[in-house]
């Protein structure tokens, strides 16, 4: 019988990976979990609040062009 190995690289062990989030390593991969009311942003390597994405969104949309 031949067996294979995996060996999963924990990607959390890297200095600074989420920023001020917390990292969970997961198999092949990992993710970034802010706290409450928050989610991780990957291009700023930050977390940003829930209320501040709501107000970047109505910004978005008011900004729109009207298609009608």
Do not use: K, W
């Not at 107000?55 to 949309?61: P, S, V």
């Amino acid at each position: 019988c031949e067996c294979l190995f995996y060996v999963d690289d924990n990607e959390c062990m890297r200095p600074g990976v989420c920023g001020p989030a917390s990292c969970q390593n997961r198999i092949g991969s990992y993710s970034c979990v802010c706290g409450s009311g928050f989610i991780f942003d990957s291009p700023s390597m930050s977390c940003l609040g829930l209320c501040y994405l709501s107000h970047l969104l109505l910004e978005m949309i008011i900004e729109m062009p009207s298609t009608l």
